[in-house]
């Protein structure tokens, strides 16, 4: 139980082009769903949390214009990359919790390259 | 402020030695702790948690961890290494801020295995 699963695994765009990315609770109701990015050999930093329904929570310093993340329902949280730069290559992974709970667990990545 | 302090970025063992990975938390409250074990390329998995009661905590794959609130430690244990547990381990602490639950990320330690 408690799988969550990432599409797509890799994927690779032209610079200034957008790209989304789906993170799906496959076997449980995520209330709240979080996005992380990880630079190689580096840990992961918390980008957003997202609540089912309502507008996503972002950390400072990322920008909700350029990352936008979508929790249109209890398994389904999108990521969209809008305007999409070399710099924004990186390693993207999705978490999901359940209500009241720390715990949480993790997709398995997305490798997202910006030529 | 909240942190996680993983002292040793890369650890190397010989196969069949003990290991044992140091974790080092800065929380106010009363913590829940996480070890999550990454392999290349991969999502995160949870190997063991902390929440309450005892101290010692078993968890996936014959990995097991001590909490001690005196030290504000939670160090992972494996008596016996195998090759396969070559991998990246993270520390976390589930904190509340903003009104959400979190989790906050220690560097990682890298493990390598010598056969």
């Known amino acids: 139980g408690a799988v969550v699963s990432q599409h797509p695994s890799r994927v690779i765009c032209k610079s200034g082009t957008s790209v989304k990315i789906e993170c799906r609770s496959l076997?449980?109701?995520?209330?709240?769903m979080f996005w992380y990015r990880q630079f190689p050999k580096q840990s992961l930093m918390l980008m957003a949390t997202?609540?089912?329904?309502?507008?996503?929570?972002?950390e400072q310093g990322v920008e909700k214009d350029k990352f936008l993340i979508n929790h249109a329902s209890l398994t389904l949280s999108t990521l969209t990359v809008t305007s999409a730069h070399p710099e924004d290559s990186s390693f993207y992974i999705c978490s999901a919790r359940v209500a009241g709970s720390y715990e949480q667990y993790f997709g398995p990545g997305t490798r997202l390259t910006v030529t | 402020a909240q942190s996680v302090t993983q002292p040793d970025i890369h650890i190397t063992v010989s196969e069949g030695a003990s290991l044992e990975l140091r974790c080092n938390y800065s929380y106010g409250a009363t913590p829940y702790l996480f070890w999550y074990v990454q392999s290349p390329g991969q999502g995160l998995q949870l190997l063991l948690k902390?929440?309450?009661?005892?101290?010692l905590v078993q968890g996936i794959k014959g990995f097991e961890a001590e909490f001690k609130r005196s030290q504000s430690s939670f160090n992972l244990r494996k008596p016996s290494v195998h090759w396969s547990d070559a991998a990246e381990y993270f520390c976390?602490?589930?904190?509340?801020?903003?009104?959400?639950?979190?989790?906050?990320f220690g560097a990682g330690t890298r493990l390598a295995v010598h056969p």
């Open positions: 976390a602490v589930g904190v509340t801020s903003g009104g959400y639950n979190k989790l906050i």
């Open positions: 076997d449980f109701q995520a209330t709240t």
């Open positions: 997202s609540n089912e329904g309502s507008k996503a929570t972002y």
């Open positions: 902390y929440f309450s009661g005892d101290t």
